[in-house]
Structures are given as C-alpha cells and as structure tokens.
Nanobody, 127 residues
Framework: QVQLVESGGGSVQSGGSLRLSCSLN????????VAWFRQIPGKEREAVAT???????DFAGFVKGRFTISRNDAETIVDLQMDNLRPEDTAMYYC?????????????????????WGQGTQVTVSS
C-alpha cells in the first residue's frame, strides 16, 4: 500500500519560496491523482493543487501563478513549488493520493475522497 511522506516545510519571510516534496514510497505517481492540501488552525482542510495520472494539473485560485506542482523523473515524488509566499499561506500542508480522480475533479473533492494521506509538513510565512 502506498505510504506518503512529506518533506520540505519550514519558515520563510513573505515573498520567499519553499519546495515541498511528497514521496510515494516507491510507488509511481502515474497511478494516482496526487493532491496537496493545507489546513490552517480552526479552518477546514482545503485543496491547493493536484496532478493526475495523465499529468494534468489544477490549482486553487488563491495559489494560481505562485505555486506549481510536478513529478520527479522517476515519478515517485510529487513536488509543490511555492513562490511569492504570503503570511496567509501559513498552514500544515498535506499530501494525498487516490487513483480515481482527475486533477480537476480531485481539486474540488473533500478530504474524505482521498484514500491515502501523509502526516503533513508545517509551512510558516512571516511578514
């Protein structure tokens, strides 16, 4: 069974960049829709970006133009490159995967529709 492990979180100043990685523990990401979600304390977990088995991508409106999602050459890691970070991007970021969804559909689904989850990595952006 695929196990997801996030890395790359940390603290950065407003306008800075971070790159988060989601390792699929040797499984190919081509079998899944892989999503990045985030959760701010006191708020619901929300989808940030998705990439599906065809390589299609989708992004939440609040990160379009600032975040990108990609796979490594071996297709076992999915990265979230976050540029021009803002204090409101401060959150715990989670990687999720499910074989059923397209990128567009996965972005609009709730957390209950993704079968596999990582433990999360904290991102803190200071002003």
């Amino acid at each position: 069974q695929v196990q997801l492990v996030e890395s790359g979180g940390g603290s950065v100043q407003s306008g800075g960049s971070l790159r988060l990685s989601c390792s699929l523990n040797g499984y190919t990401s081509r079998r899944y829709c892989v999503a990045w979600f985030r959760q701010i304390p006191g708020k619901e977990r929300e989808a940030v970006a998705t990439i599906d088995n065809r390589g299609d991508r989708d992004f939440a409106g609040f990160v379009k133009g600032r975040f990108t999602i990609s796979r490594n050459d071996a297709e076992t890691i999915v990265d979230l490159q976050m540029d021009n970070l803002r204090p409101e991007d401060t959150a715990m970021y989670y990687c999720a995967a499910d074989p059923r969804w397209s990128a567009r559909h996965g972005l609009r689904l709730g957390v209950g529709e993704f079968k596999h989850w990582g433990q999360g990595t904290q991102v803190t952006v200071s002003s």
